[in-house]
């Protein structure tokens, strides 16, 4: 079946560190792939998606391209700031599935000053 | 920005109890979900509807659960004879289309199960 692999949390930087957070996912066909932010107290905001090979999306400093040969949709940014402070959700969305969002674990990350 | 709304934010319950949680999407949205996520766990889909009828539900969604558009703007989330397990953050989302549309989330409802 579809899944997300996200890597394992939590995540410690320094304010201005670079950001990785990787991604792999398992789907049939060309899923689309998101990345969503859950800041405490709140619900989940999209953070960028990309919804075919090769796309990048950005948003906010954040990035992610979508890389069908290695199945992977890692997010990343140059500097972290102490407002980057959150989990993080890599979730996909398979064709023909009811347009139903399968979510990784979530990676908390805490950004220092 | 128009957002998803849900009430209430938080919502304690005895177990064996009936509850509702309630939903407003954003206004020229079709598609609808409800997700879970219980503590420390993946957020995990349970059902999604357009058309004023379910279009997929997950294995989670027993004969417990209902979801049911009521009127032109709420969309809630029934659980029947609520269990100890069923405490979790719901979340409701709504989007304009499916696959590549993003979907729009609410801040959730916290249900706590005695």
């Known amino acids: 079946g579809n899944s997300v692999t996200q890597m394992e949390g939590p995540v410690t930087l320094s304010e201005e560190a670079f950001l990785t957070i990787n991604c792999t996912y398992t789907?049939?066909?060309?899923?689309?792939l998101f990345w969503y932010v859950q800041y405490p107290g709140e619900g989940l905001q999209l953070l960028l998606k990309a919804t075919k090979a090769d796309d990048k999306g950005s948003n906010k400093g954040f990035e992610a391209t979508y890389r069908k040969e290695t199945t992977s949709f890692h997010l990343e940014k140059g500097s972290v700031q102490v407002s980057d402070s959150a989990v993080y959700f890599c979730?996909?969305?398979?064709?023909?599935?009811?347009?139903?969002?399968?979510f990784g674990q979530g990676t908390e990350l805490s950004v220092k000053p | 920005e128009p957002e998803v709304t849900q009430t209430p934010s938080h919502q304690v319950t005895q177990m064996g109890q009936e509850v509702i949680l309630r939903c407003v999407p954003i206004?020229?949205?079709?598609?609808f979900y409800w997700y879970r996520q219980i503590l420390g766990q993946k957020v995990e889909f349970l059902v999604s509807?357009?058309?004023?009828?379910?279009?997929?539900k997950s294995e989670i969604f027993d004969d417990q659960f209902s979801v049911e558009r009521p009127d032109g703007s709420n969309f809630t989330l029934k659980i029947r004879s609520t269990k100890l397990e069923d405490s979790a953050m719901y979340f409701c989302a709504s989007s304009v289309g499916q696959g590549s549309q993003p979907q729009h989330f609410g801040d959730g409802t916290r249900l706590s199960i005695l």
């Open positions: 509807f357009y058309n004023n009828e379910i279009s997929e």
């Open positions: 206004s020229n949205h079709l598609y």
């Open positions: 979730a996909l969305s398979a064709y023909n599935q009811g347009g139903k969002l399968i």
């Open positions: 789907a049939t066909g060309y899923p689309s």
